[in-house]
T-cell receptor, first 113, second 114 residues
Framework: RKEVEQDPGPFNVPEGATVAFNCTYSNSASQSFFWYRQDCRKEPKLLMSVYSSGNEDGRFTAQLNRASQYISLLIRDSKLSDSATYLC??????????????FGKGTKLSVIP | DGGITQSPKYLFRKEGQNVTLSCEQNLNHDAMYWYRQDPGQGLRLIYYSQIVNDFQKGDIAEGYSVSREKKESFPLTVTSAQKNPTAFYLCATKLGPQPNYGYTFGSGTRLTVV
């Protein structure tokens, strides 16, 4: 079974802290990787794609280790507005020319004043 | 504004009723998807459509049906055969044709059985 596993959380951190989320995936043929953010009772929103060389977007850094089938998201200088659930998402070939996303259950982050 | 519109935002269904959730997009995206989210769970794929007049079952299609008569519209019917329909339903489109494109979601429909 193709699965995406994440730290269960919740993570409660003070403002300004650095927090790291980890994710592992079971399908070694997975093609692309994403982090989504989901606020309470809202739809998920794409935070960033994850590239093999690692990539950064402001305070957010994503890393991918294909050999270990491991993805990470680092948030520096946490803000109150970063409080949300972070979903690790993996895109894998599912046959007949189509790809499917597999979602982790998410890790809840609460940034405390 | 370009985007995905899901309606209604909240829906209450009586036992034995069929209900239809609407998903409309003006992004001109080919691929559309329906997901279900239960509390504390990851999103699970119900149905998807790569192109007009074609759709495929996802991981949990039993008790659901879809149609894709127009590129812009991908309605989901929750039938009485779905025994546990209370959930948050999300419609999505793919941002581009290649695997490295993510998805964008509508704001969802919360369905409750009463």
């Amino acid at each position: 079974r193709k699965e995406v596993e994440q730290d269960p959380g919740p993570f409660n951190v003070p403002e300004g802290a650095t927090v790291a989320f980890n994710c592992t995936y079971s399908n070694s043929a997975s093609q692309s990787f994403f982090w989504y953010r989901q606020d309470c009772r809202k739809e998920p929103k794409l935070l960033m794609s994850v590239y093999s060389s690692g990539n950064e977007d402001g305070r957010f850094t994503a890393q991918l280790n294909r050999a270990s089938q491991y993805i990470s998201l680092l948030i520096r200088d946490s803000k109150l507005s970063d409080s949300a659930t972070y979903l690790c998402v993996v895109n894998s070939y599912s046959g007949a020319g189509s790809y499917q996303l597999t979602f982790g259950k998410g890790t809840k982050l609460s940034v405390i004043p | 504004d370009g985007g995905i519109t899901q309606s209604p935002k909240y829906l209450f269904r009586k036992e034995g009723q069929n209900v239809t959730l609407s998903c409309e997009q003006n992004l001109n995206h080919d691929a559309m998807y329906w997901y279900r989210q239960d509390p504390g769970q990851g999103l699970r794929l119900i149905y998807y459509s790569q192109i007009v007049n074609d759709f495929q079952k996802g991981d949990i299609a039993e008790g659901y049906s879809v149609s894709r008569e127009k590129k812009e519209s991908f309605p989901l019917t929750v039938t009485s055969a779905q025994k546990n329909p209370t959930a948050f339903y999300l419609c999505a489109t793919k941002l581009g044709p290649q695997p490295n494109y993510g998805y964008t979601f509508g704001s969802g429909t919360r369905l409750t059985v009463v």
